[in-house]
């Protein structure tokens, strides 16, 4: 089973600032990485997926980059609406996932 | 537009056996890949099980004997047949589908699973 490590597990920080979050596999798995966004309640929402492409939908402050064991998102500028958890997951060998990053209001 | 919509979660005791059910709308189950992904209280995401549009059907070694996806094409729905049940299979249990293996760009709003005498 492939292990994705998601880093940091909490990410305090304030509306309009830049978020960064990592997800490292315990091997390579190409391109197959999907970002998902998860509030409270609610079924998670696929952001990224390929890596580095944005679902339907989805706005352009949410970019992601990465390939082989290592990943990442970035959410330019924070609104309101991002505080959530967000999974890394893979799709190279059977699916998996990240334990979460949560982001935070400071 | 895409919808689905899961139903048949319950509170079941140890040993028992559920079906799950998820009814699609605005696309047709049978010519996408359709998962079951699962999430205990508190927790992460698992991915459960997938069915892929020519049918073959694949598991985690960990549920492999005790979890059936299946699908209807005539009613346009998607199944999960759990036998055995334990503990720790009690979560959220989400069905989601994808024009991608491996991946799910629409979920329903999931169904929860209690297992507990």
């Known amino acids: 089973e492939i292990v994705l490590t998601q880093t940091p597990a909490t990410l305090s920080l304030s509306p309009g600032e830049r978020a960064t979050l990592s997800c490292r596999a315990s091997?390579?798995?190409?391109?197959?990485l999907a970002w998902y966004q998860q509030k409270p309640g609610q079924a998670p929402r696929l952001l990224i997926y390929?890596?580095?492409n944005r679902a339907t939908g989805i706005p352009a402050r949410f970019s992601a980059s990465g390939s082989g064991t290592d990943f990442t998102l970035t959410i330019s500028s924070l609104e309101p609406e991002d505080f959530a958890v967000y999974y890394c997951?893979?799709?190279?060998?059977?699916?998996?996932f990240g334990q979460g990053t949560k982001v935070e209001i400071k | 537009e895409v919808q689905l919509a899961e139903s048949g979660g319950d509170l079941i005791q140890p040993g028992g056996s559920l079906r799950l059910s998820c009814a699609a709308s605005?696309?047709?189950?049978?010519?996408?890949?359709m998962s079951w992904v699962r999430q205990a209280p508190g927790k992460g995401l698992e991915w459960v099980s997938i069915?892929?549009?020519?049918?073959?059907?694949y598991y985690p070694e960990s549920l492999k004997g005790r979890f059936t996806i299946s699908r209807d094409n005539s009613r346009n729905t998607l199944y999960l047949q759990m036998n055995n049940l334990r503990a720790e299979d009690t979560a959220v249990y989400f069905c989601?589908?994808?024009?991608?293996?491996?991946?799910?760009?629409?979920w329903g709003q999931g169904t929860l699973v209690t297992v507990s005498s």
């Open positions: 989601a589908r994808s024009d991608k293996p491996n991946l799910g760009d629409y």
């Open positions: 605005g696309f047709t189950v049978s010519s996408d890949f």
């Open positions: 069915i892929y549009p020519n049918g073959a059907t």
């Open positions: 091997q390579g798995v190409s391109h197959y």
């Open positions: 390929n890596a580095a």
């Open positions: 997951q893979q799709g190279s060998h059977w699916p998996t």
